[in-house]
């Protein structure tokens, strides 16, 4: 009966680890290298597709610039094969290799051409003139000459220069002639294209400096005598020095005061009122006189 009764027990025990569920076994993690989050080794390249991180990684590599690196057998050789390049080819070896030339110079490419023969850009489409003469001129005959402005503008030519330069059509100059004699006055076309560079850059420089002083002058103005500035701007003063706009502003301030006090507007078209705040010439009471006796003729008329 014992042995009955423990082959019953050892039985039912049986049946029971067989009913049992599994122990569950502890799934990998992985950590996102982007981001640091974990997942499941199988979830990880699911997150990865739309990790944005990881997107931004990827597209900040694909902007990097490739480089790429060639075999130089001969150093002599492969610096007399550069010397006839274009100065727009050398430039793009250099964005290619990232080496650097001596005798490339890439801010001389954007005043040229996109025909990458070193030619200055002539016209307002951004072409050369023998790029616009294939484009424009050859419909429009007359286009072959422009006017003094534009060859001034254009080509660079001196106010000077301009008489030495034989025109068959009055006030009108030929592209071919002008562009010949830059090249001739400079000494090459390279040295056409630094001139019209320098000149180019020296007009934004100028160009820069007068804003940064407009932008200085308007700041000064609106920070003196409340109602100073459009005055200022309706006559047209257009000097911009600190000390003398600080003491046109208390005669400003003055002579409106002496103004008001008699009923009387200080108007920009008076120019008593003008001429006594930009120069101080005058005696006050004698302007405050005048502009009455002015205002008051104007009245009865």
Not at 155 to 167: A, F, M, P, Q, W
Not at 209 to 232: D, H, M, N, V
Request: aromatic share 6%; proline share 4%.
């Amino acid at each position: 009966m014992a042995k009955q009764g423990k082959r019953k027990e050892k039985a039912v025990a049986k049946d029971q680890e067989q009913k049992a569920p599994p122990p569950k076994v502890a799934k990998t993690a992985s950590v996102c290298e982007y981001c640091d989050k974990e997942f499941t080794t199988r979830g990880i390249p699911l997150h990865q597709k739309k990790c944005a991180k990881k997107q931004a990684h990827d597209k900040a590599e694909a902007k990097k610039t490739r480089s790429y690196k060639f075999c130089i057998v001969n150093e002599p050789i492969h610096e007399e094969i550069l010397s006839f390049l274009s100065n727009q080819a050398l430039t793009k070896m250099q964005m290619i290799t990232g080496d650097r030339y001596q005798h490339c110079e890439p801010l001389l490419a954007r005043y040229c051409c996109k025909c990458e023969n070193d030619n200055p850009v002539i016209s307002n489409k951004g072409l050369c003139r023998e790029c616009e003469t294939k484009r424009v001129y050859m419909y429009y005959p007359r286009a072959h000459h422009i006017d003094k402005h534009e060859a001034k503008d254009k080509y660079g030519v001196r106010e000077k220069d301009l008489t030495n330069i034989h025109s068959t059509i009055p006030h009108s100059y030929d592209c071919v002639t002008l562009e010949n004699y830059m090249i001739q006055l400079c000494g090459s076309k390279m040295e056409w294209i630094r001139y019209l560079a320098k000149r180019d850059m020296s007009k934004k420089k100028a160009q820069a400096t007068r804003q940064q002083r407009a932008k200085e002058a308007e700041a000064l103005l609106k920070s003196l005598a409340p109602g100073f500035a459009p005055y200022i701007w309706a006559i047209g003063f257009k000097k911009t020095d600190e000390e003398l706009l600080r003491q046109c502003s208390q005669r400003f301030i003055a002579l409106k005061e002496k103004l008001n006090e008699r009923g009387l507007n200080l108007r920009a078209s008076s120019t008593l009122c003008s001429d006594y705040v930009t120069s101080g010439g005058g005696n006050i009471e004698d302007v405050v006189r005048d502009t009455e006796s002015a205002q008051s003729s104007s009245i009865q008329k």
